[in-house]
């Protein structure tokens, strides 16, 4: 089992940044990757970024350039730092694992208006 906490989203202005944060713990040995997703009102969950156990990302062409994913294994924490935020990147953003299963977070709102 893998649990996963997210934490940072909130209501920011576009153009501003915020920066999520994903706490994973339990099975972590079995994690191959660890991404971020988003679902808007709507909408179907899309794919925003991705890390490998060995730092390969991969990013969702409409964040490519804003939003960076990274890894602290000292701090079992995956970050997805979002930059020039537009209001639609409006979303709740997920948290995932993928270990022998896939694992997800709970969520966090983002919200970006003026």
């Known amino acids: 089992q893998v649990q996963l906490v997210e934490s940072g989203g909130g209501l920011v202005q576009p153009g501003g940044s915020l920066r999520l944060s994903c706490a994973f713990s339990?099975?972590?040995?079995?994690?191959?990757?660890m991404g971020w997703h988003r679902q808007a009102p709507g909408k179907q969950r899309e794919l925003v970024a991705a890390i490998s156990t060995r730092g390969a990302t991969n990013y969702a062409d409409s964040v490519k350039g804003r939003f960076t994913i990274s890894r602290d294994n000292a701090k079992n924490t995956v970050y997805l730092q979002m930059n020039s935020l537009k209001p639609e990147d409006t979303a709740v953003y997920y948290c995932?694992?993928?270990?022998?299963?896939?694992?997800w977070g709970q969520g966090t709102q983002v919200t970006v208006s003026s």
């Open positions: 339990g099975s972590i040995y079995s994690i191959s990757s």
């Open positions: 995932n694992a993928i270990a022998l299963h896939a694992y």
